[in-house]
């Protein structure tokens, strides 16, 4: 039952990666005894399962999600988020104020305005109706300073690392605070603009380089090089 590639080499669609007993996972089809995949990605060997870990999708809402999104429209009853989704998100009053709102004498955009960026939870999601957000948890809500940088939602997990091994290496290296969203957005604040430039830098690094072995290290270098601590 002979595997045709190397465990996370990179294939494209119509490549053929198995033949034989094997199942067809993620972004792959069986055509009889065969397998091949269909999306341009890793490939993946894990037991008697074939997958392929695609490197350039669009991000698909779940509930529980935390994503980085903009507002693009004001309306009666809240608002309405671009979350670099095919799918618009909504903010409802509710789940944004702390007190009812009295359309008499208040104005939405007093509190959130076309063209603000916030830090929201996904709380309702099915594909039948646009996703639900909410921003009344801690750490959520408008941002107000720092940057963005966006990404392949498809890089996130390598941005994150096993048991958040990168992510925890960015933030003590670049003395950041980052907040990664699923829908491939991250926020970055630090204590200067010199400090959130190095950071965006190494996470645009490991966005370019996911697929390779030993990242962290080249990374955790490159920072110190920025940062002027390595000749």
């Not at 909504?90 to 939405?108: M, V």
Request: contains cysteine; hydrophobic residues 40%.
């Amino acid at each position: 039952m002979p595997l045709f590639y190397e465990n996370r080499q990179i294939v494209t669609p119509g490549d053929l990666l198995a033949e034989g007993d094997y199942i067809a996972g993620n972004n792959t089809h069986r055509n009889d005894r065969k397998i091949y995949a269909s999306r341009l990605g890793l490939v993946e060997y894990r037991g008697r399962k074939v997958a392929v870990v695609a490197l350039n999708t669009f991000y698909v809402p779940a509930v529980g999600d935390v994503v980085i999104g903009k507002v693009v429209e004001v309306n009666l009853h809240g608002w309405t988020v671009d979350i670099n989704s095919p799918y618009m998100a909504t903010l409802r009053t509710s789940e944004a104020l702390n007190r009812p709102f009295k359309p008499q004498r208040d104005e939405l955009s007093d509190f959130l305005d076309v063209g603000d960026m916030i830090l929201a939870k996904v709380i309702s999601f099915d594909r039948t109706r646009d996703p639900s957000l909410t921003i009344r948890e801690p750490d959520l809500g408008k941002i107000k300073y720092g940057q963005i940088v966006k990404v392949s939602p498809a890089k996130i997990p390598r941005i994150i690392g096993r048991k958040g091994s990168m992510i925890g290496m960015l933030k003590k290296e670049t003395r950041c605070n980052i907040i990664v969203g699923q829908n491939g957005l991250v926020y970055i604040s630090g204590r200067n603009r010199e400090d959130e430039r190095i950071a965006a830098l190494a996470i645009k690094k490991i966005e370019e380089e996911a697929h390779t072995s030993g990242l962290t290290d080249r990374v955790a270098e490159m920072i110190r090089k920025e940062r002027g601590e390595v000749e």
